[in-house]
């Protein structure tokens, strides 16, 4: 899978040289390339916003370098799936991340400042199936964070790159409900015990434990899940 990112801050990314995705790029399983969106100005101070018609706060980013940046990264890519992260946009979740990992490319558009000039979302549109994704109700700074996010949610989920597949299977979120609680060794732990069932060796009773701790779990936490249905 191919992952281009484009960014007035290309060191945000540097992590991910390191952790499971830096193995993962290693292995030739992910190939993330970074581009600074500057490199696609042409003025002495390589600007990349100015002032918004129509009056109001902050800068936008001007539409001239992410036309030329994403002409270049999707040059010769079929339709990929250009992704803008964008507090304005639709949630993202374990499904989301589900569906990308089935796509060839994914461009990541990283906006700054007050946001990208609207043509920008239109002309990608052009070149791929365009999708502003959101992390959920609060604000970051910019795009940069989230993308790194979602590269993760995603790239965790490319077959090699998590060693054990059923830890994939058996994680929050996979099946609609929170993760059910772990222990391991001692037993006893300055007073605490780790729940008798888990040490029975019944593993028809473990099961029904932990999907019944998954439930309450989700009730208590994340009510939310239960109503609807995904
Ligand atoms: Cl994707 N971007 C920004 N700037 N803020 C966010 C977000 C994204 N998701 C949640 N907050």
């Known amino acids: 899978m191919r992952i281009d990112v484009l960014t007035i801050f290309p060191s945000f990314f540097d992590v991910l040289e390191v952790s499971l995705l830096g193995k993962a790029r290693g292995a030739g399983l992910l190939d993330v390339r970074v581009?600074?969106?500057?490199?696609?100005?042409?003025?002495?101070?390589?600007?990349?916003d100015d002032t918004p018609y129509g009056g109001g706060a902050g800068m936008v980013m001007k539409p001239e370098p992410w036309g030329e940046a994403l002409d270049a990264?999707?040059?010769?890519?079929?339709?990929?799936?250009?992704?803008?992260?964008?507090?304005?946009?639709?949630?993202?979740?374990?499904?989301?991340?589900?569906?990308?990992?089935?796509?060839?490319?994914?461009?990541?558009?990283?906006?700054?400042?007050?946001g990208i000039d609207e043509r920008v979302f239109a002309y990608a549109a052009t070149l791929g199936e365009v999708r502003l994704m959101s992390l959920g109700d609060y604000v970051l700074n910019g795009g940069e964070v989230a993308a790194m996010a979602m590269i993760e949610a995603v790239g965790r989920l490319i077959p090699g790159v998590v060693g054990n597949p059923d830890s994939l299977v058996e994680e929050s979120h996979e099946d609609g409900l929170l993760e059910y609680p772990s222990y391991t060794k001692p037993s006893a732990w300055?007073?605490?015990?780790?729940?008798?069932?888990?040490?029975?060796?019944?593993?028809?009773?473990?099961?029904?434990?932990?999907?019944?701790?998954?439930?309450?779990?989700?009730?208590?936490?994340?009510?939310?899940?239960?109503?609807?249905?995904?």
């Open 35 to 48: 581009h600074d969106l500057r490199d696609w100005t042409h003025d002495r101070h390589r600007t990349v």
């Open 73 to 114: 990264v999707t040059a010769g890519s079929e339709r990929p799936v250009i992704v803008f992260p964008s507090p304005a946009g639709e949630l993202f979740t374990q499904r989301t991340a589900r569906a990308f990992v089935e796509t060839d490319h994914l461009v990541f558009g990283c906006g700054r400042y007050e």
């Open 190 to 230: 300055r007073g605490y015990e780790v729940p008798p069932v888990l040490l029975s060796g019944n593993h028809g009773a473990i099961a029904a434990w932990r999907h019944e701790q998954q439930l309450l779990r989700t009730r208590e936490r994340r009510p939310d899940l239960l109503v609807d249905e995904e």
